[in-house]
C-alpha cells in the first residue's frame, strides 16, 4: 500500500509561481509511475502532467506545457510540481497519483492506484 501526500498549494497571484510536492510512503521502492490532476469547481478532474518511474520519461496537458514542470526525487520519495506563470484558470485542487510500473506513465485518472487528498491552488489578484 503507498500513501502519497500533497503540499505547497496556496494563494498566488497571475503571473505567479508554486511548487507542489508529493510524498510517498508505504514501499520501500518508488517503483511507480506518478501523475498530478486537478479539479476546479464543477468541472472533471483534469491530467496535468506524468513522469515514469525513472524520471525520463514526462507529458504534459497542452494547456501547462511550457509553464509547469514534473519531477521527482526518488531517493526523498518525493514528486514535484513547479507551477510558472500561473493563471487564474488554473485554479483548482491539486491531486498526486501513482501506479505500480516498471515503466510507462499515464495520462488518464483510471491508470492510477494511489492518490492523495489534494491540495488547493488558488491564482486570483
Known amino acids: 500500500q503507498v500513501q502519497l501526500v500533497e503540499s505547497g498549494g496556496g494563494l498566488v497571484q497571475p503571473g505567479g509561481s508554486l511548487r507542489l510536492s508529493c510524498a510517498a510512503s508505504g514501499r520501500t521502492e518508488m517503483n511507480y509511475g506518478m501523475g498530478w490532476f486537478r479539479q476546479a469547481p464543477g468541472k472533471e478532474r483534469e491530467f496535468v502532467a506524468a513522469i515514469s518511474v525513472s524520471g525520463g520519461l514526462t507529458d504534459y496537458a497542452g494547456s501547462v506545457k511550457g509553464r509547469f514542470t514534473i519531477s521527482r526525487d526518488n531517493a526523498k520519495k518525493t514528486m514535484y510540481l513547479q507551477m510558472n506563470s500561473l493563471k487564474p484558470e488554473d485554479t483548482a485542487v491539486y491531486y498526486c497519483?501513482?501506479?505500480?510500473?516498471?515503466?510507462?506513465?499515464?495520462?488518464?485518472?483510471?491508470?492510477?492506484?494511489?492518490w492523495g487528498q489534494g491540495t488547493q491552488v488558488t491564482v486570483s489578484s
Open positions: 497519483a501513482g501506479r505500480t510500473a516498471d515503466q510507462g506513465l499515464g495520462t488518464s485518472p483510471t491508470w492510477y492506484e494511489y
